[in-house]
């Protein structure tokens, strides 16, 4: 039997939030993880990460206010202590 086209709408409809909230909590991973030291490359290359999202989505959260804030903060302590040596 095929989809009706409102099923269809319906489907696609739960998949994009379901997508929505795994990338919701990908985003704190990525940011509980940064600002605890690890390098965002490193933190990238987990499996957590890389068997959930595509590298397509994996871009797009990294152009996330959260992400980019959480990056930015540890520049800046990283420039304050002048120690660049972030913690794999």
């Known amino acids: 039997m095929s989809e009706t086209r409102m099923q269809k709408i319906?489907?696609?409809?739960?998949?994009?939030?379901?997508?929505?909230?795994?990338e919701e909590r990908i985003i704190s991973y990525i940011v509980r993880e940064v600002r605890m030291g690890r390098k965002l490359s490193a933190?990238?290359?987990?499996p957590y990460i890389k068997n959930r999202l595509t590298a397509q989505q994996i871009d797009d959260i990294l152009e996330s206010p959260e992400v980019l804030d959480a990056i930015e903060?540890?520049?800046?302590?990283?420039?304050?202590?002048?120690?660049?040596?972030?913690?794999?």
């Open 10 to 22: 319906v489907r696609d409809f739960l998949e994009s939030l379901s997508l929505d909230v795994v």
């Open 43 to 46: 933190v990238l290359q987990d």
């Open 73 to 88: 903060k540890e520049l800046e302590q990283a420039f304050e202590t002048k120690d660049f040596k972030f913690k794999e």
